[in-house]
């Protein structure tokens, strides 16, 4: 999230137990509209190469419908990288695109105008 518009978001916080028991605490916050596309563009910024190729190589197996599904480091996040991972311990985004005939074509053609793939 851009450190701009981090403290007009509103988080929500719930905590959870794990298999063992153990606590875990989801984060969640929606954005929408401007902040929306800041906050994809800022993420397209930060993301390496490789996760932009690997992005661009499964980006039908991350779309469906109007949506797409991200997943992304929770290690490398803290350390202030985003890379793409698809493991169980993730930062999971996903992205609703309105108001999209062509929903697979204009997703991409957006994603490639705002260099995320």
């Known amino acids: ?33 401007e902040e929306a596309e800041e906050t994809l563009k800022y ?19 991350r779309t469906e419908a109007s949506k797409l599904y991200l997943r992304f480091s ?3 996040a803290y350390l202030g990288n985003v890379i793409l991972e698809d493991s169980d311990d993730v930062i999971r985004v996903i992205v609703t695109f309105k108001g999209v005939k062509n929903k697979s074509k204009a997703i991409r053609e957006y994603l490639e105008n705002i260099g995320m793939i």
């Open 43 to 61: 993420i397209a910024n930060k993301m390496d190469d490789i996760s932009k190729r690997i992005l661009k190589a499964s980006l039908d197996l």
């Open 74 to 76: 929770k290690q490398e």
């Open 1 to 33: 999230m851009p450190e701009n518009k981090r403290k007009k978001v509103e988080f929500k916080e719930d905590t959870l137990k794990g298999h063992y028991g153990n606590p875990i605490v989801r984060i969640t916050f929606q954005v929408k509209g």
